[in-house]
């Protein structure tokens, strides 16, 4: 999972903490569409559709279904509690389990960046 940088404009890096409002959404290696100039050193990114994501159960195990926020854990993902909890930074939903540690699931990606009614 990546997030806006704020030191840096127009660049994004791993996601560093819980319920990042600042995530922008998952490295993908081949996304089905490419918005923006291609080019070197250019993490292309899964906005929509289903793709693989790191993740961890740092927040408690993983049930698919489970919506994901980003954990303490940089570039990964985690189930989150509550979505009050995370409004503004929910980037999918688990079609896949993790029941301890980490590892990759395939989630669903919505990057749901506007908060929920």
Excluded: Q, W
């Amino acid at each position: 999972m990546l997030e806006l940088d704020p030191d840096r404009p127009g660049f994004y890096r791993k996601a560093r903490s819980p319920y990042s409002r600042m995530v922008a959404g998952v490295v993908s290696a081949a996304p089905a569409f490419i918005l923006g100039e291609p080019g070197k050193r250019k993490a292309l990114l899964a906005l929509l559709g289903t793709v693989p994501v790191k993740a961890t159960a740092e927040n408690g195990p993983i049930k698919p279904g489970d919506l994901l926020t980003t954990s303490s854990t940089p570039g990964h993902a985690m189930r989150c509690n509550s979505p009050k909890e995370c409004e503004g930074a929910i980037i999918g939903k688990a079609l896949e389990p993790l029941k301890d540690g980490e590892g990759m699931i395939r989630m669903l990606a919505f990057n749901r960046l506007i908060p929920m009614m």
